[in-house]
């Protein structure tokens, strides 16, 4: 678990979704996880202001982000980015390497959209 500070507010690295808890409630918080219902869940435990994860090459049935669903019928803005983009299990990678796969209704809200890079979109939202 790391964290990086932008523009004076904490960001979350976490490689695991599991790893987050209640210090990161209404925090911004970037895991390495897939996207799928059971990492959803954990999230939703502690209500991230906003999570990111893998989007596992979406998968059968879009499983692999299913739970941004999930996340968005509950208010938490989540986003994947794509498999071929950042390493699963590296919340540094996602940072430096992801690009943006798929947003739900409240992180769409925020300002993100798909096909940018995680990195520089977190930056704009922090900034303002």
Known sequence: MNT????GERVWLLD??????PEQ??????????????AARYAAAYRPR???FNDAGI????AGVAGLAILER??????????????IGDA????????VSRVN?????????????LREALERYLVG
């Open 16 to 21: 695991s979704v599991t790893e987050g808890g």
């Open 105 to 117: 209704a409240p992180a769409r809200e925020l300002g993100f959209s798909v096909g940018g890079r």
């Open 59 to 62: 998968g059968k049935e879009e």
């Open 50 to 52: 906003l999570v990111v």
């Open 25 to 38: 409630s209404g925090a911004v918080v970037v895991t390495a996880s897939h996207g799928g219902v059971s």
């Open 92 to 99: 540094a990678d996602t940072w430096e390497s992801g690009v």
């Open 4 to 7: 990086i500070l932008v523009a």
């Open 74 to 87: 509950l208010g938490v803005a989540a986003l994947t980015v794509a498999a071929m983009s950042a390493r």
